[in-house]
């Protein structure tokens, strides 16, 4: 084989100090700049943000590899992101206090089955959008929902109106009567004289 392929594979063309420091470099600013950027990016709320996630690892990856192809190269730039995300999830699990800082807090969307308008203009969130989220999660309309939580990680979590107390009584009628209507068919089969 020749040497000229071994070479460019494994090769680096530029040292291991600056192959460690760009991966880092890019490591934090994309974590500052997505939590700049707010919890709408990462929750993926429209094909804009998804298309903004697909192409900014293609827009930094020269700002990672610089100019090394080599496989060494690529190497030494994936384990450095690896070892650093590590290291700072690790970190933070132990100073809760500064994950809050870092992650941010969940933003209120929906209370009391009120949308909060303030809060989903601060979010730059539409009501559609807010929709198609509660359907992904099995809600049919808005009137469904009590409360809607943006968290920091972009999932929007949503819980469900608890029903009145005269729909419980409903339901729990509804449930006795049917019951009793089975008792009835029973008791009829087992009564009924035998076919001769």
């Known amino acids: 084989m020749d040497s000229k392929i071994w070479t460019d594979m494994f090769v680096m063309a530029a040292p291991i100090a600056e192959k460690i420091l760009r991966p880092i470099a890019v490591y934090f600013f994309l974590v500052i700049g997505l939590r700049l950027a707010g919890k709408r ?3 993926q709320l429209n094909p804009f943000d998804l298309v903004v996630l697909l192409t ?3 827009t930094v990856q020269n700002a990672i590899i610089g100019d090394d192809n080599s496989v060494t190269g690529g190497i ?3 384990a450095t992101l690896l070892l650093v995300n590590f290291l700072v999830i690790r970190f933070l699990f132990r100073h809760e206090k500064i994950d809050r800082v870092v992650a941010g807090e969940p933003t209120l969307l929906i209370d ?3 949308i909060i308008e303030e809060n989903m203009s601060k979010e730059m969130l539409s009501r559609q959008e807010l929709e198609a989220a509660a359907h992904k999660q099995g809600f049919s309309s ?3 929902v009590d409360r809607a939580t943006l968290d920091p990680s972009g999932v929007i979590c949503f819980v469900a109106t608890k029903p009145a107390p005269e729909e419980e009584r409903h339901r729990e009628l ?3 009567l049917n019951e009793l ?3 009835v068919a029973t008791l009829r089969l087992r009564m009924a004289p035998p076919e001769s």
């Open 174 to 176: 509804l449930k006795q």
């Open 41 to 43: 990016e990462l929750a």
């Open 112 to 114: 009391h089955g009120k």
């Open 181 to 183: 209507t089975r008792e």
């Open 76 to 78: 030494i730039g994936a």
């Open 142 to 144: 808005l009137q469904e």
């Open 56 to 58: 900014l690892s293609n």
